[in-house]
């Protein structure tokens, strides 16, 4: 199932919003090189997150009124500036993918997945609903938690990895497997799936998916990296070759742990969904992704997302990020920008203006990013000032304009 669109009324920082998808196979105009990515950017608090939260809802609810999941502050609370909250609601227009259709239902491709979200008169906590059951042939398949169909992981940005310590048993007791797949959007303390917890027994069962799950980690990862998919004899640690050298997944950087953490998380899913015959990045899914270049040094940030992109090419991604770099990797049809309306709500837009292949410079002075300068404050209003006093007449001020401007003037302060 991909999602071809999100409706948004009253949820979170939104009043009224719609987003048009990129899926993988969509056909007709907009379609983009890179048909199964959508990049988020906007402002801290602009609702990037927000989007991420409200796809996972719409599309699980019915598993998540019994999952565990918690429904801490969903709807729009009104305030000052704020018209008052009428309804909240959260719809999603959904494709079936090829296989979960029956032949004799054609039709039912094509289908409305939604959830209400009620405030309480006090409090925190709202109350989810099922606001109506769609009709669709593949809707019983949502309670099968091992069914590739409704296949959807959520990954928040402070998503966090286990070295030791994880106990995948009491995780599934505590959250429905729906559920906890998206549970890193909601929940700051959830733990991923660390390798150890789950690899070794694939390796012993199924050596020959173990060896397509290392392929794949090993496609995603940028040069100087790679997953041996053996094991530390002494603390069971799964050991990666970095630069020529044997290294434990907990001696890696931050950058590494918190990338390799979701991506073996995600397909350590897919291993369990994805039926015997097909390959794993065959299986179709919704992966949502937030911050995508958290702790990613900036050569990889240009490649990460078309390298997901094509290693996946059954999965529908959503990224949120605040990197320039990774946007340059994007046509524009992938990318939305976050917004406020005049009432101080959030909006969702897309611009005409080009993004692929722009420099960061050249990206961050856009309409994507908004920024007026790249440069420090306190020095831009010095470069300001110099430029006023040359503008009247004062050769100095030029001469040193000019100077700071080159860097010469702070290379002589330093």
Known sequence: ??????????????????????????????????????????????????IL???AIAALAPTLLESGFVPYRLARRAGANHP????????????????ETPPERPRGKKFELLARIEQRPRG???RLHLDSTPDSPIVDLIYDDYSPTFFIVGYG??????????????????????????????????????LQAWAPKLRATNPIRFEEVTSLINQVLPQGVRFTGEQDPEDEQ????????????????????????????????????????STLNRTPGIVLVDEIDLHLHPAWQRAVVPTLARTFPKLQFVFTSHSP?????????????????????ATIKQLEERVYGRSAEQLLLSSYFGLTTTRPDAFQSEADALFRRAAEGEAEAALTFLDR?????EDQRG
């Open 1 to 50: 199932m991909y999602a071809k669109s999100l409706h948004i009324y009253d949820f979170k920082c939104f009043r009224k919003a719609e987003m048009k998808l990129q899926y993988p196979g969509r056909t007709g105009t907009g379609v983009p090189e890179i048909d199964n990515v959508n990049l988020i950017l906007g402002d801290n608090g602009g609702g990037k997150s927000s």
């Open 53 to 55: 939260r409200a796809l």
């Open 325 to 345: 770099l990774v946007a340059g990797t994007m046509r524009k049809e992938n990318v939305f920008i976050t917004s406020s309306a005049e009432d101080g709500t």
């Open 405 to 409: 401007l080159s860097g010469g003037a």
């Open 157 to 194: 940005a402070t998503r966090r990895v286990e070295t030791g310590g994880y106990f995948e048993g009491s995780a599934q007791k505590a959250r429905g497997l729906r559920y906890q797949r998206v549970a890193g959007l909601f929940e700051d303390h959830v733990a991923l799936r660390p």
């Open 124 to 126: 925190n906590l709202d």
């Open 84 to 99: 008052p909250v009428e309804k909240t609601l959260l719809k999603i227009v959904a494709q079936a993918t090829q296989g």
């Open 238 to 277: 799964f050991i990666f070759d970095f630069e020529g050298v044997p290294t434990p997944f907990s001696a890696l950087s931050d950058g590494y742990k918190a990338f390799i953490g979701w991506v073996g998380d995600l397909v350590a899913h897919l291993a369990d969904v994805a039926p015997p015959d």
